[in-house]
């Protein structure tokens, strides 16, 4: 992947790996994302911010997507600045829009989205035939 940045072509770094549908899965990648990160030099106050947004996204994909999940992670770094971008694909929704799994109480979830738009200076998501991607962008200048 090339990207531009202040008018500098970097070479991106990427790491990807799948989310299996198991419990601990979740917790399990988040730990994977910081080694990683910790490998790439990532400064460590996006660290903390991507991995939040990491267990957001992989969770919201556990919870509400069908499987099989992938987690993708691209560090680009400028002279001057550095992008991570944070991305989770899915299979798509798992049930109906506005209908929440049983056992889930509304009152205890939904507040995912708001962290990661939060944390991030870009984010949103795109539909493809192979299901849903969310992605954010955590800026380091």
């Known amino acids: 992947m090339t990207v531009q940045l ?21 917790p399990a990648l988040r730990r994977r994302a910081g080694v990683v990160l910790g490998d790439w030099d990532v400064p ?12 957001e996204l992989l969770t919201n994909a556990m919870i509400h997507a069908l499987p099989p999940a992938e987690l993708r992670l691209t560090w680009v770094r400028g ?10 694909t899915d299979a798509g929704p798992a049930l ?3 209908r929440s799994p ?14 990661v738009h939060a944390l991030a200076t870009r984010y ?5 035939a192979g299901g849903v991607t969310r992605w954010a962008d955590l800026v380091v200048a």
Do not use: F, K, W, Y
């Not at 509304?106 to 962290?115: A, C, L, Y």
């Not at 949103?124 to 493809?128: E, K, Q």
């Open 6 to 26: 202040n008018t500098t072509v970097q070479e991106a770094v990427e790491h990807v790996c799948r989310l299996p549908p198991v419990a601990g899965a979740v």
């Open 44 to 55: 460590a106050h996006i660290v903390e911010d991507s991995l939040l947004v990491v267990s």
């Open 79 to 88: 002279d001057t600045v550095g992008v991570l971008r944070v991305e989770v």
């Open 96 to 98: 109906p829009a506005g």
């Open 102 to 115: 049983e056992g889930i109480d509304p009152d205890e979830h939904g507040r995912g989205e708001q962290i």
């Open 124 to 128: 949103g998501s795109r539909v493809h």
